[in-house]
Nanobody
Framework: QVQLVESGGGLVQAGGSLRLSCEAS????????MGWYRQTPGKQRELVAT???????KYADSVKGRFTISRENAKNTVYLRMNSLKPEDTAVYYC????????????WGQGTQVTVSS
């Protein structure tokens, strides 16, 4: 089992910045990738950014150039630095940890609200 604890959400004005943190605990050796997803009411959860255990990153087109995902292995923590925030970035952000073996499984954090005011 893997437990994920997020922090760092809040209210910010458009153009501002926030940094989300997600600390993993438990069977962290089984994690192949970590990332951030977001969800707004009535919509499906969507990928924001991911980083593999090897350091490869992937971003949604809507956040490229504004968001940066990073990981600090010594602290079992992944970060999402969000700059130039827009009202459309408002959502609940969920931390994700992906395990591939022995079978694919996704772990999720409890979510943290990010609200960007115009």
């Amino acid at each position: 089992q893997v437990q994920l604890v997020e922090s760092g959400g809040g209210l910010v004005q458009a153009g501002g910045s926030l940094r989300l943190s997600c600390e993993a605990s438990g069977s962290i050796f089984s994690i192949n990738a970590m990332g951030w997803y977001r969800q707004t009411p009535g919509k499906q959860r969507e990928l924001v950014a991911t980083v593999t255990s090897g350091g490869s990153t992937k971003y949604a087109d809507s956040v490229k150039g504004r968001f940066t995902i990073s990981r600090e292995n010594a602290k079992n923590t992944v970060y999402l630095r969000m700059n130039s925030l827009k009202p459309e970035d408002t959502a609940v952000y969920y931390c994700n940890a992906l395990r591939i073996t022995p079978y694919k499984y996704n772990y999720w954090g409890q979510g943290t609200q990010v609200t960007v005011s115009s």
